[in-house]
């Protein structure tokens, strides 16, 4: 969808991480967009919204309407704050999707991921022993779990101790997913 008058689209306070599936911004058609800013119409006739995805800098820059909760300051402020919460939602998302796949399965009928899915909900990101298990299940299940989502907490004692605890296996399979200061970290526990 090609977005002709920004003036008469206004941003819904929502971002959507696209992950793995980036897309192009609906007003640009800049591709490569992780992050899309909504952005909604009315159709005349008072029919439903409709809902196109932008840039952030194409938000702020081309006369799109802000909501009375966002100047552009205060977006910027924000941004980081909202892209947490996108990834967050497409984290748990992508766990549902895997829990439908999982259950049309034999082996796996018994596993549960609701716990995983309060986990991500509460902490936004995984632990140690959580990514280990989700990989392998990924694995397992053949199952495309975006992998720009998957990342690692390691802000609780335990959560440090389950990473210095993995053995080199497991330690090399999660490595990718982990930040500098993390990898770091790992290194010089060893």
């Not at 002709?4 to 058609?29: E, M, Q, V």
Request: aromatic share 8%; with cysteine.
């Amino acid at each position: 969808m090609a977005i002709a008058k920004p003036g008469s689209w206004t941003f819904t306070g929502t971002l959507i991480d696209f992950a793995d599936d980036r897309r192009r911004c609906d007003f640009c058609s800049r591709p490569g967009m992780r992050f899309g800013c909504q952005v909604e119409t009315r159709v005349k006739g008072g029919g439903k919204p409709v809902n196109a995805y932008v840039g952030s800098d194409c938000l702020v820059g081309a006369g799109f309407r802000l909501t009375d909760d966002y100047s552009s300051d205060q977006f910027h402020s924000d941004k980081s704050a909202l892209m947490r919460d996108a990834t967050q939602r497409a984290i748990v998302r992508e766990l549902i999707r895997l829990k439908g796949v999982l259950s049309e399965l034999d082996w796996a009928k018994e596993i549960s991921l609701s716990r995983l899915i309060q986990s991500v909900q509460r902490y936004s990101l995984l632990t140690p022993n959580q990514l280990l298990f989700l990989l392998s299940i990924n694995r397992r299940a053949k199952f495309d779990f975006p992998v720009l989502l998957l990342r690692v907490t390691t802000k609780k004692k335990a959560w440090r101790d389950q990473l210095s605890e993995l053995g080199s296996d497991d330690t090399s399979t999660i490595l990718p997913f982990l930040t500098e200061s993390q990898r770091q970290w790992v290194h010089d526990s060893d």
